[in-house]
């Protein structure tokens, strides 16, 4: 267990914080989990806090912070100690269309010799986001694939419905 929690990173829908403890210090509390060396933790949590553009909130409580900074802690949770695994949950929800973008750039930076998978509602989310794009319906894969081979897939299907209606 120990190895997998090295391993792995995990952004849930609903961001689990706690209220009385700083950005620093969640970032500091999720490095010993994850087994970041003590020598090591101040370098990945200003990392951290500089790739998402909250080193001026280290300080600031978790209860205190918007609702996109909340989620944008929850990423960084999810990323820090170098995750290889990392589940991402509607990282993006309640979040501004700049801060939505700016959290696409993280996500795109973090990519490299990692496993990152991503649940969306966003077709554009998905579409720039993702190597290989799953769609679900009421918990069953309908097909899988490349963002090129989804659009043209679906491309056909009106002109093939059209035909089989006739």
Same mark, same amino acid.
């Given at each position: ?18 209220? @009385?403890?700083?950005? *620093?210090?969640?970032?500091? &509390?999720?490095?010993?989990? =994850?087994? !970041?060396?003590?020598?090591?933790? +101040? ?26 900074? @909340?989620?944008?802690? *929850?990423?960084?949770?999810? &990323?820090?100690?170098?995750? =290889?695994? !990392?589940?991402?949950?509607?990282? +993006? ?74």
């Amino acid at each position: 267990m120990v190895e997998v929690r090295k391993h792995l990173g995990l952004c849930p829908q609903d961001d689990i914080l706690f209220p @009385k403890l700083t950005v *620093s210090e969640h970032l500091y &509390f999720y490095c010993v989990i =994850k087994g !970041v060396p003590s020598q090591k933790r +101040t370098e990945e949590i200003n990392k951290m806090l500089t790739a998402c553009d909250l080193i001026h909130k280290r300080n600031e409580y978790s209860e205190k912070l918007s609702g996109g900074m @909340k989620r944008k802690l *929850s990423i960084m949770i999810a &990323f820090v100690g170098g995750s =290889k695994v !990392v589940i991402l949950d509607e990282p +993006t929800s309640g979040m501004d269309p700049v801060s939505r973008r700016a959290t696409w750039n993280l996500i795109q930076q973090h990519k490299e010799d990692r496993t990152i998978l991503l649940t969306t509602h966003h077709m554009d989310e998905a579409d720039i986001l993702g190597d290989r794009i799953a769609i679900m319906v009421l918990g069953t894969l309908q097909c899988c694939g490349s963002s090129v081979f989804l659009k043209k897939l679906y491309e056909l299907i009106p002109s093939f419905l059209w035909l089989y209606t006739m």
